[in-house]
């Protein structure tokens, strides 16, 4: 018997089984990113903040180790950009 992850990845071309290999020509194309987001968010991003993510989530999947980040610039990469995008009255710990 097939798990659902099986049946899933035959129902999917072979260029989409491979979740790196797939996103990266994507995440130069904001609006194939905005199709990526979570639904539950209802749009309530910038676009500059998902070109940021985008940004991050290129150079952790650079296929040479030693060009990507650690996981510490990426947590301050990303705490950084939380900071810039939230209204000056809200803390990160809301």
Known sequence: MMSSFQILLRTRTRGE??????????????????????????????????????DIISRCVQSEPEFRPQMSEVVQDLTDMIKRDRPSNESIGD
């Open 17 to 54: 089984h491979f979740l790196v290999r797939w996103a990266i020509p994507q995440l130069h194309d904001i609006d194939t990113l905005s199709k990526m987001v979570d639904p539950a968010l209802n749009g309530e991003y910038s676009a500059k903040s998902l070109s940021n993510f985008a």
